[in-house]
């Protein structure tokens, strides 16, 4: 069975951040489980400035979270 | 008796999103006890962006403390 | 003197999660004295589901803590 | 001169708990800084749910940084 | 192919608050990719105190992280 | 050339806490340039409970980022 989410480690930083994002979705998807309704939701939240921030300080949450596990990506530097 | 939350520990990253989102609603449930005005608030937020995005934000504050309680589940990757 | 807060240590991770939602209303009472009020005020939020998100939010918050304090009661696992 | 931090460290979880209240207002004087206003405001979002869940929120954030310094005060479980 | 996120390394912690910053925007870009939206809400928040703040707050979150990469920038005191 | 952000390092917890101040601020300023605009909005939110509060909050989270870099200035106990 595949999961969604196998592990927090990625090969870059660029990738860990877009970890961070679907892990952000994934929340949202587990509350509000009707596509429609999220499509919905979506169309209206791109275009509200406070929301966008919102759902960009989760990703900042969770990026912190997954650039912990990777420990920084420091091999990268 | 059984505990609803005997560990933090999981097996797997997703079983520890899964974790993080139960323990953002369990304070849910400790401030409002009654389960029919929680069904009924619960389909209000469902439709409302920001309280989806509120949601996912405490989601990812949990899942930050269970993955680092599990060392990141870095042995996985 | 007792004190209401001898300890952030707790046996098992349920009681954690009991002690963060402790010290969540702790700063409540600290900003509004009147118990009177804060059953006003309590009688309000626990039909708002923002209000409801953001009592879980801070309780997430002091679980982080609680749970760091108890190197996450990995002994448990 | 007198420094209102001369120190993260306290003796008890509970003074701590109490630095982290002093930290949280402190920020708000800077910002504010004519006592009439801030008292006037302070009557304000005492009678307000939401901004008690606030300040709660604020409090958690500075305790997690005392109680760090603190190393959790471990010595005292 | 160049990433826009090679590294959280920086030379020096005003560096660090640059990128924290540009993490910031980053999620806004995802999640509203048409640069005449955004553009648009930019005008908007701007004038926003509200929304500024909820900025500054997520560049804080993000700076905690690349502080955090960078191990402080001590060896820069 | 001068940094408005040379080091995290402070010599006392004060220091550091005007320095969460500071960084709290510069993402304002990074995301409304205009002093004039600024000025006027600052008039406004100084008078907004729920304003100050969340300043209040932008501070904590770099306080935390502070406070971690200069080791809970623990040598000052």
């Known amino acids: 069975m595949t999961s969604w989410l196998p592990t927090l480690i990625t090969a870059t930083p660029e ?14 998807k587990m509350t509000q489980a009707d ?3 999220r499509d919905r939701l ?6 509200d400035a406070e929301a966008l ?8 949450v ?5 650039a912990a596990a990777n ?6 530097a």
């Open 15 to 28: 990738a860990g951040y877009e970890l961070a994002v679907k892990l952000a979705r994934v929340a949202v």
């Open 53 to 60: 921030i919102a759902v960009s300080h989760v990703v900042a």
């Open 35 to 37: 596509p429609a309704v």
């Open 71 to 76: 420990g920084y990506w420091r091999g990268d």
């Open 42 to 47: 979506r169309a209206d939240y791109a275009e």
């Open 62 to 66: 969770h990026f912190a979270t997954v």
